[in-house]
Nanobody, 116 residues
């Protein structure tokens, strides 16, 4: 089992920045996908960014160039640096650790609100 705890959300003005952190506990040896998703009110949860097999990073088109995902494997942590935030980025952000074609684990989410 893997437990995930997110932190770093908050209220920020348009154009501002935030850094989300996700701390994992438990056995993460089999984890090969680490990512961030978000869910805005009335919308489906969507992938924001992910690191696959420690080498490949992918981003949604809406955040490409503004958000950066990174990780510290020794600390079992994943981060999401968010720059130039827009009101459309307002959502609950969830950390996800998973195994390709295998189990997936979620954090409880952290709220990000961007004011215009």
């Amino acid at each position: 089992q893997v437990q995930l705890v997110e932190s770093g959300g908050g209220l920020v003005q348009t154009g501002g920045s935030l850094r989300l952190s996700c701390a994992a506990s438990g056995d993460t040896r089999s984890i090969n996908v680490r990512g961030w998703y978000r869910q805005a009110p009335g919308k489906q949860r969507e992938l924001v960014a992910a690191i696959i097999n420690r080498t490949t990073s992918k981003y949604s088109d809406s955040v490409q160039g503004r958000f950066t995902i990174s990780r510290d494997y020794d600390k079992k942590e994943v981060y999401l640096r968010m720059n130039n935030l827009k009101p459309d980025d307002t959502a609950v952000y969830y950390c996800n650790f998973g195994v390709l074609r295998g189990p997936s684990y979620w954090g409880q989410g952290t709220q990000v609100t961007v004011s215009s």
